[in-house]
């Protein structure tokens, strides 16, 4: 039977004009892939003309990408499109009358640390703008990644008020959630499947449309926008799950002094029907808009979405709780080791300078949000030592100062800390850097980049994440 919103959508006729919300790590790379599919007359891009990304219009209307760091296939991509008139960024928000869909994909971080209640107004404003100017038969799908029972209830509400019209009936709302990686981006959205949940049967099959010429190797899978919700913060709280296996393990392994990556090695060569034992890597912590914040987002859909009392343990944390306490930890036992290294050579932290090779959070990219890097070099001004930042492709970040020349970054380090596995700190040359740095080095592995024996050969005093067998070694 054809309901009032099926009504609308067929009257509306197939979707040929399509608006992204939200100019970043994900809006810009859907925008040009919708951009690139046949039939689509034209794609919006929505970005705030504000001091910090107000750039970004002019230059993606050059047909140039903003995003830094590698990304194959971007470049090109918003080129083409840009060249065919198909793609327009602008901050004309009233030309989301002319979109059949419009997605929005803006961040949702944290108010603070300490309260973990997510800071929604960027998303509510993007809302705001898409009610607005929102039309009967307009599909919009929420892309952030957000508490469970959100679409279905504050963020329908917030649409509700601006358009004074009715998700359901006179316009089409979903939940499908970015699952991106910095660096593969175009692949990602075109090879995973893609979650697609709306609020009713025609929500779901109009984002469906939608999706599917975008897709290449993932295929879509249904579902309501609840599940959808719980499906994308349950991911990556597993993920993050999993990593703090590795670090706690990396931790064990540490004091007893056994090299954690022989153990994973031993564990995952058990296989066999129905048995997985991989392990994630150890590191010197996680960093990221999603990950370390999704477990959060969870916990709250259980009070937000949650339809009977939740049966758990009273006066105990979860499990995934307790996994984000012990990423957290990890760029303060990276300073532990940075403290054990110094006083294997007879230093002390305070009036020490600490070289940091890495600030970005994700390898090869500019991507510093949420980097536990932060953190490190927090603790290790509070206990007096001088910190010097290199990374090849953040340049900027308020309250720190980076370099890109690496040379006055490690010159006179008594220490010198890998924080990101970027591919030019494989290949640098360690007895160069020796020579440059202080006598008696200490060089902190954070991310399992350098080979322990090399390094001591080379003369350094070497601790890594995991690596008992070779921290606190004796020096020549």
């Known amino acids: 039977m054809a309901t009032e919103l099926s009504a609308a959508l067929n009257q509306r006729g197939p979707i040929r004009t399509i608006g992204v919300i939200g100019m970043g790590y994900v809006g810009i790379p859907s925008a040009a892939l919708f951009a690139s599919v046949p039939g689509i007359r034209r794609v919006y891009g929505f970005q705030r003309n504000s001091p910090t990304s107000g750039y970004k219009i002019r230059m993606l209307n050059e047909g140039k990408n903003p995003l830094k760091g590698e990304e194959p296939g971007l470049d090109k991509l918003l080129a083409d499109v840009v060249h065919k008139g198909v793609f327009h960024c602008t901050d004309d928000f009233t030309s989301i009358q002319e979109c059949d869909a419009v997605t929005i994909a803006i961040q949702t971080p944290f108010k603070s640390p300490e309260d973990l209640i997510p800071d929604l107004t960027a998303l509510e404003e993007g809302l ?136 994973r090695t031993g564990i995952d060569s058990l296989k066999g029907d129905g048995i997985t034992r991989a392990i994630l890597w ?71 300078r600490i070289a940091i090779l890495g600030f970005s959070f994700l390898p090869n990219t500019d991507d510093a949000r949420n980097t536990p890097t932060e953190q490190f070099v927090n603790i290790c001004q509070i206990h007096g030592a001088v910190t010097e930042i290199h990374d090849p492709w953040v340049h900027e970040y308020p309250g720190f100062s980076l370099s890109s020349d690496i040379e006055p970054v490690v010159k006179d380090a008594d220490v010198l800390v890998l924080m990101t596995a970027h591919r030019m700190y494989y290949a640098l040359d360690y007895d160069w850097v020796k020579r440059m740095m202080r006598p008696f080095p200490v060089l902190v592995d954070g991310r399992n980049i350098v080979d322990p024996d090399v390094i001591i050969r080379a003369g350094f005093v070497y601790e890594g994440i995991g690596r008992g067998d070779k921290n606190r070694h004796p020096r020549d």
């Not at 609840?226 to 296996?245: C, G, H, S, Y």
């Not at 987002?297 to 944390?317: I, K, N």
């Open 128 to 263: 705001r703008q898409a009610g607005r100017y929102l039309t009967r038969g307009t599909l919009v799908v929420l892309e952030s990644t957000i508490t469970p029972g959100t679409t279905c209830g504050w963020a329908r509400e917030v649409l509700e008020e601006e358009s004074g019209l009715l998700a359901g009936r006179d316009f089409a709302l979903a939940h499908a959630p970015e699952r991106v990686m910095v660096g593969r981006l175009i692949q990602n959205i075109q090879e995973h499947d893609r979650i697609v949940g709306g609020i009713d049967e025609d929500s779901t099959r109009r984002a469906i449309e939608l999706y599917q010429p975008v897709l290449t190797k993932g295929q879509i899978i249904p579902m309501t926008a609840t599940a959808a919700e719980v499906t994308k913060t349950a991911e990556n709280t597993f993920r993050d799950l999993q990593i703090a296996a590795a670090n706690q393990l990396a931790l064990y392994c540490e004091a007893m002094g056994v090299n954690f990556y022989d153990v």
């Open 282 to 352: 150890p590191g010197a912590g996680v960093g990221g808009h999603c990950l370390t914040k999704d477990t959060y987002h969870l916990e709250r859909g259980v009070d937000v979405a949650g339809r009977t009392p939740l049966d758990y343990p009273q006066g105990h944390e979860s499990l995934f709780v307790l996994a984000r306490h012990v990423n957290d930890f990890m760029p303060r036992h990276t300073f532990h080791l940075v403290r054990q290294g110094l006083s294997c050579v007879g230093k002390e932290v305070s009036g020490s």
